[in-house]
């Protein structure tokens, strides 16, 4: 026995699954192209991985005025402290 509206979340359901696989065959199709140009052009550009956050606890009066710098630099913070890091421990 169905609730009052089962069958409505079952197709509702069903549309978001036929939505998500189409979704994810377009985003593949879309990552094969990015290597496949990138592989005939013979730079020597690197694919970009999947981001993840990095996080630490600082006192706000340093990230206010870290920030504060980098906006006068044109900088994002997160330019800043990659560089950094890549200066100091260098790239994979």
């Known amino acids: ?11 509702a359901r069903q549309s978001n699954s036929e939505s998500e696989s189409k979704n994810e065959s377009a985003s593949s ?7 496949v140009n990138t592989e005939n052009t013979g730079d020597t550009e690197t ?6 956050s990095l996080t630490i606890k600082v006192p706000i009066s340093w990230r ?7 906006k006068r630099e044109g900088k994002t913070l997160k330019e800043v402290v990659t560089e950094m890091l890549a200066e100091k421990y260098g790239k994979p």
């Open 1 to 11: 026995m169905t609730s009052k509206y089962g069958h409505l979340l079952k197709k």
């Open 29 to 35: 199709n879309t990552a094969k192209q990015k290597t």
């Open 64 to 70: 206010q005025h870290w920030v504060a710098e980098c």
């Open 47 to 52: 694919v970009k991985e999947k981001e993840v």
